[in-house]
């Protein structure tokens, strides 16, 4: 919650990218986001199951809840993509995967099975609208849907932990209300939301935000670095 939101300011505060929603922009690698996605994964296992800090059954539990809503959440936005475009795409499915991660992580220790799956499959549509119509509709540039997937789909595991936490699986999970949930939500977002502008400003008249129109079309990679991913 805390990156989507501080994202969405960014992303706000910055403005869009020369050309966006003028000129098509796709994603530049499918095969190398593929990849990243994988990575992600493993290493959500690891942070999920991890959180237990032994290996108990609330850390096998977070394990199995973990991969149970990272593919329901990858076949729900699937799903939602088809019906609209008629077809499903790799990143739609890699970006399903990683909402259902977002989602879970609250929950991973204090839900049922059962739970994880229903949070994972809600997660797919509900961050899709968040990235795609919302995203579409508000007309701010997030290039990496960081609020419509690592926001939304963490305000709604957030709300939804509230609603399937279990005593059974976790004593931890008597105090867990949705009411709760909500509160700290709240002070989250505005925490977040709050310091995150503060920053640009501050940023905004020591380093600068943004490169010139020039420096983006050429490419940051090219400008800062001399040398760009794909030598053609």
Known sequence: VNAGVAGLVCAIFLGARKGYGKESIVAHNPVLTM???SLLLVGWIGFNAGSAW???SIASVALLNTLLAAMAG?????IVEVMEKRKPSLIGVLSGLIAGLVAITPAAGLVDPK???????ASGPVCYAASVW?????RYDDSLDAFGIHGAG?????????????AAVNSVAEGATVAKQIWGLGVT???????TFLILIVCKFTTGLRVTAEQEQEGLD???HGEVMEGV
């Open 35 to 37: 990849i990243g996605a």
């Open 54 to 56: 032994t290996a108990d």
């Open 74 to 78: 990858s076949l729900t936005w699937k």
């Open 115 to 121: 739970g994880a799956v229903i949070i994972g499959l």
């Open 134 to 138: 919302i995203k579409k509709l508000l």
């Open 154 to 166: 963490g305000i709604l595991g957030a709300v939804l932990t509230g609603v399937f936490a279990s």
């Open 189 to 195: 977002i505005g925490w977040s939301a709050i310091a």
């Open 222 to 224: 090219g400008h800062l």
